[in-house]
């Protein structure tokens, strides 16, 4: 499961009085100016509050000055495996780099700064990658990457993909470094995506996790089931239906799986008796209580536990 790490790792150093960057004098995207793109990253919640502004001031200024369209996850909609939300930025490769200098140079400018010290720290940022696109920034043999690395002296990793959550296929490239390092990578980044015409086909559904999360708790032999209490946004409980083999997963030795989830989550975990299945079918109801984040936690740390018997099974 990816970290829940932020997208941005606060420091006590921070820029006085940075402008924005001048373009670079031969940047890679310069031949498709013209073409429409996007780039997906994640942010804290508390991050997304500061890219909206009181009223979507902030948000609405930016989208003015810079051209591009800039799209947030709704509130609690989160990228799998994490508590970040998503934005997204979509224009053309000019605008979008504009837009997403405002978004870093603001996040930024709100970290705690230490008095005389006018060091730029090196943050982390996010980026959102369909795993099929992954193959042309890494290149024959790395080379690509590398290259990368070198020209804009960020450092980029790419997560491997992560087969705890079915129907997810995206990957997380974090490119480290001061905001001209990271725009001059992504500036490099999206020269190959912008090419990459299975990449331009995501700019449609830019928030589609929340059908991702609900697929993860299909496991292939239908381990897994998810209902939603129709009183959930009241009651903040959600049901699950788990295979009642894979149960005893779930509550592991002498409970200690399920006192861990509950304790790691904050969510209280009630496991249906033996015959008391889901409507329909011959999987117990899992019944996880509290709030949305520690709920959605829970039921990442159990369907994990499922996903992992269900792959066993089918090796």
Do not use: W
């Not at 006590?12 to 001048?22: G, K, T």
């Not at 024959?140 to 079915?166: L, M, V, W």
């Amino acid at each position: 499961m990816e970290s829940t790490e932020s997208s941005y790792v606060s420091s006590p150093e921070a820029p006085r009085n940075r402008s924005p960057p001048p373009p670079h004098p031969k940047s890679p995207a310069s031949d498709h100016v013209e073409k429409s793109t996007y780039i997906r990253f994640l942010v804290t919640n508390a991050a997304a509050g500061s890219v909206i502004g009181k009223g979507g001031s902030t948000i609405t200024e930016f989208q003015s000055k810079s051209g591009a369209r800039i799209q947030l996850s709704r509130n609690h909609e989160f990228f799998p495996g994490t508590s970040d939300r998503i934005i997204m930025i979509s224009g053309t490769i000019d605008d979008v780099l504009k837009a997403l200098d405002l978004i870093l140079v603001k996040l930024l400018s709100e970290l705690h700064i230490e008095d005389g010290d006018d060091v730029e720290p090196r943050t982390k940022l996010r980026l959102i990658v369909p795993n099929s696109s992954c193959g042309s920034i890494i290149g024959k043999g790395g080379a690509t990457i590398k290259s990368f690395i070198e020209d804009s002296q960020a450092s980029i990793k790419i997560s491997p993909q992560d087969n705890n959550y079915y129907g997810l296929n995206d990957r997380l490239v974090t490119l480290t470094g001061t905001i001209d390092e990271q725009m001059r990578a992504v500036d490099l980044i999206l020269s190959k995506l912008i090419e990459d015409p299975h990449y331009l086909q995501n700019i449609h559904t830019p928030f589609s996790y929340a059908a991702a999360y609900n697929a993860m708790s299909y496991a292939p032999n239908g381990a897994g089931a998810k209902f939603q209490n129709q009183k959930e946004d009241r009651s903040n409980s959600l049901t699950i239906g788990v295979a009642d083999e894979h149960v005893g997963l779930i509550l592991g030795r002498g409970g200690r799986n399920i006192v861990e989830i509950s304790q790691v989550s904050g969510a209280k975990i009630k496991i249906s008796d033996r015959g008391d299945f889901m409507s329909g079918t011959t999987d117990r109801k899992v019944t996880i209580t509290g709030s949305q984040r520690a709920i959605r936690q829970a039921e990442s740390m159990i369907m994990q536990k499922v996903a992992y018997a269900s792959e066993r099974i089918m090796d």
